[in-house]
């Protein structure tokens, strides 16, 4: 019985394995596509030593400019905006 369970868990323990695998080859794969399909719009800019991506659009005033050191700060900047806008305060 003993030797049922241990035979049981290796083969659980190789299909968590090849589905981790496959999972994160499959990723690999999807970005480099997408990557390739639809490569960034911006502009390279070498501003200090530092590079940034940088992308120009509309006209007008006032002038916004977002810089992101994080993906999940992208919410967080657009609120303050919004919120600031509904305040009245634009500088």
């Known amino acids: ?3 049922w369970w241990i035979q049981c868990a290796s083969v659980i323990t190789g299909l ?5 695998a496959s999972g994160n080859g ?5 970005r480099h596509q997408t990557k390739a399909a639809f490569p960034a719009p911006e502009e390279m800019v070498d501003i200090v030593g530092r590079g940034i991506q940088l ?9 916004v400019v977002f810089e992101f050191e994080q993906p999940d700060t992208v ?3 657009v609120l ?3 919120d600031e806008i509904l305040a009245g305060n634009q500088h």
Request: glycine share 10%.
């Open 1 to 3: 019985m003993k030797r």
């Open 16 to 20: 968590v394995i090849l589905a981790t």
């Open 26 to 30: 499959y990723e690999a794969n999807e």
């Open 55 to 63: 992308d120009c659009g509309g006209a007008g005033s006032p002038t």
């Open 75 to 77: 919410i967080h900047a």
């Open 80 to 82: 303050f905006v919004v």
